[in-house]
């Protein structure tokens, strides 16, 4: 065990640093940059039961630090995530990754989750319902603590493996969603997802996204990210994983004083591609300034 | 892709609003047709420019300012530094030319045409370039075109300046084996529909990443969906689904 590892529902981890869903694709693809078994692991590309292309473009837009992203679930179907992707990784990495399940109604997430959870290279399920337009009276799982509660049972029903339930800040109480998802038997909490936002083209008139509406990113959630993590941390009793705006050593850092036990990094993989190895690298000289010795030993420090 | 340090060495207004950007760098690998993608200070995204030319260490990018981020580039001086992602998506394939090709660009679509007929010309290639502009205070490289040695037509939609109209207009008039183009999408439009032999054509999308990760810059293809950032910004006119 070095300085960097954490445990992750009773999988270790080299460092707790795991490229976020949607920024890091099946991984294989960043492998020709560097080696990518050198992160804690990755969450891949949100995987939904059918393909899908996605929204119309533009589905991004820049923010004052950070951007607005409304792709919309673009990715292949699980049967393809599973024939053509998974194959592809597994030849380059060599550490239980995170499966990212998306759906529209309970039945897709079942459907999603009890085919990934007969890919041995799955570690752990990582479930986003934060997805807006799902069935249900028009209202996102992920907002909704009983519908939140719906799912987490559902998917538990039919898996082994550690279920992560992926939590929208785009609600006024986050924590009685986050004890609602542990009290239905999830294993742990990532959270923030994306920040519900908009932008307008003063030259056209119009929306910059032709969704209209798009999930903000980047360093301008971080604060965010940080008052959220804390307060889920401070309820429940199942590990949480932090993301939202990190960029550096000491983000992560925060985060973790904060109560994550592990780290997603979405966004800031986008503008620097190298941006977990360089975090990685950073991470033991932030801890020697911060007189920290092992990560661990910082997970809710600040609770 | 390839992330290094660049470092300015020129940038100079060459027509109205557009400039000329010269880096010194590390510019191996980079093909005719592919962009890179500049981290500026201050703002979050990079911007991706296309390649108008590479020599020896030098790159060269024209780029016309439209926003904050061509704003801020305006504005640099020989001897700053830029880091950029180089060698970004697929670049023209010159195997399809044929012996007499067409190259068309339009305003800032002028610019990876330059790099393709310098290399299509270096091959023997008869190269005619019609460059489109909307008048003549935008006209640029007309000059340098003709040096490589390529017939070169200049359009513009007022007519102040050489064949009045678009480049479709001067499409007409000319013998071609096959096409590459890069403009405005309604321009892209128009050759799509005024032409029946072959070509490629050069897309511009709003980018997140820039190198295949957000999926941010998607298009339809006949042969599946394609990233313009990694998979285009070239595509095929057979593999071409326009949307509304």
């Not at chain 1, 992560?252 to 941006?275: D, F, K, R, S």
Request: with cysteine; aromatic share 8%.
């Amino acid at each position: 065990m070095g300085r960097l590892s954490v445990n992750l529902c009773g999988i270790e981890l080299d460092n707790p640093i795991i490229p976020a869903s949607g920024t890091f694709g099946f991984g294989y693809e960043f492998n020709e940059y560097y080696d990518i078994n050198k992160l804690g692991t990755f969450s891949f590309k949100g995987t939904t039961k059918e393909p899908r292309f996605g929204n119309p473009t533009p589905r991004i837009a820049e923010t004052p630090s950070g951007m607005l992203n409304a792709v919309g679930l673009q990715n292949p179907g699980v049967e393809k995530v599973i024939s053509e992707e998974l194959p592809k990784l597994k030849e380059c990495f060599h550490k239980p990754v995170m499966a990212n399940i998306s759906g529209f109604s309970i039945d897709e997430y079942t459907y999603v989750c009890e085919k990934l959870d007969k890919e041995e290279q799955v570690g752990w399920l990582e479930v986003n319902i934060s997805c807006p337009n799902v069935h249900g009276g028009g209202m996102s799982f992920g907002t909704d603590y009983k519908c939140a509660a719906e799912v987490t049972k559902a998917v538990k029903a039919v898996t082994t493996k550690p279920v992560i339930m992926k939590l929208s800040p785009n609600v006024t109480d986050i924590v009685s969603i986050a004890k609602a998802c542990e009290d239905a038997g999830a294993d742990a909490i990532s959270l923030i997802n994306t920040v519900m936002s908009m932008r307008i083209d003063l030259r056209t008139k119009k929306p910059l996204l032709k969704n209209v509406t798009g999930g903000l990113s980047g360093p301008a959630v971080f604060p965010l990210a940080v008052r959220m993590v804390y307060q889920v941390a401070k309820a429940v009793n199942v590990p949480v994983i932090g993301l939202g705006g990190v960029s550096s050593a000491e983000d992560v850092i925060e985060l973790m004083l904060a109560g994550a036990t592990a780290v997603e990094v979405g966004a800031a993989n986008l503008v620097e591609p190298y941006a977990c190895m360089n975090i990685i690298d950073s991470l033991p000289e932030v801890m020697d300034k911060y007189g920290i010795n092992n990560l661990t030993d910082i997970i809710g420090g600040a609770l | 892709m390839k992330q290094s340090i660049f470092e300015i060495i020129e940038n100079t207004e060459i027509a109205l609003n557009v400039f000329k950007m010269s880096l010194n760098g590390d510019t191996a690998d980079i093909r005719a047709g592919q962009f890179v993608n500049i981290k500026l200070e201050g703002l979050y995204l990079r911007r991706p420019i296309s390649v108008c030319n590479v020599e020896n260490d030098i790159l060269t990018i024209i780029y016309k300012v439209v926003g904050n981020g061509t704003d801020k580039m305006k504005a640099m001086t020989a001897g700053q530094k830029l880091d950029i992602l180089t060698g970004l998506g697929n670049g023209y394939d010159l195997s399809l030319s044929g012996e007499n090709p067409v190259l068309l660009g339009g305003g800032v679509g002028v610019p990876p045409m330059y790099m393709l007929a310098k290399e299509l010309i270096a091959q023997g290639k008869r190269v005619t370039a019609i460059l489109g502009f909307n008048k003549k205070e935008e006209v640029f490289f007309e000059e340098e075109f003709k040096a490589l040695g390529a017939e070169t037509i200049v359009t513009t939609a007022d007519g102040s300046y050489g064949v009045k109209g678009f480049v479709t207009d001067a499409l007409k008039n000319i013998d071609y084996t096959y096409f590459y183009t890069c403009g405005p999408e309604p321009m892209l439009r128009a050759i799509y529909k005024a032409t029946d032999t072959n070509g490629q054509f050069s897309f511009e999308r709003r980018m997140g990443c820039g190198f295949g990760a957000c999926m941010g810059c998607s298009c339809k293809t006949i042969t599946g969906n394609k990233r313009i950032c990694k998979e285009g910004p070239v595509i095929k006119k057979e593999d071409i689904i326009w949307e509304d």
